[in-house]
């Protein structure tokens, strides 16, 4: 999505438009990608929150869909089935 040169706003950092300035079909589009983004992440976001995910304390949603949270010795503690 290339933005014309009138439409970037030059308080804009790296020259992106703001979204209230992008026409409706661009917002549609940029809405469609970040739902895809968050929706099936990259190998670098997931080895990030995997990572997170190690941590002691941390909680999460594991394979069984149940609220889990990890504990200092590896295991998890299921919060909610």
Same mark, same amino acid.
């Given at each position: 999505?290339?933005?014309?040169?009138?439409?970037? +706003?030059?308080?804009?950092? +790296?020259?992106?438009?703001?979204?209230?300035?992008?026409?409706?079909?661009?917002?549609?589009?940029?809405?469609?990608?970040?739902?895809?983004?968050?929706?099936?992440?990259?190998?670098?976001?997931?080895?990030?929150?995997?990572?997170?995910?190690?941590?002691?304390?941390?909680?999460?949603?594991?394979?069984?869909?149940?609220?889990?949270?990890?504990?200092? +010795?590896?295991?998890?503690?299921?919060?909610?089935?």
């Amino acid at each position: 999505m290339r933005n014309p040169p009138e439409a970037i +706003d030059p308080a804009a950092p +790296d020259d992106h438009v703001p979204f209230d300035r992008l026409t409706e079909a661009e917002r549609a589009e940029a809405l469609t990608r970040m739902r895809e983004n968050f929706r099936n992440p990259g190998p670098d976001i997931r080895a990030f929150y995997a990572t997170i995910g190690q941590r002691t304390g941390a909680s999460g949603i594991d394979e069984k869909g149940r609220l889990v949270r990890q504990r200092a +010795d590896g295991s998890l503690e299921v919060l909610k089935e």
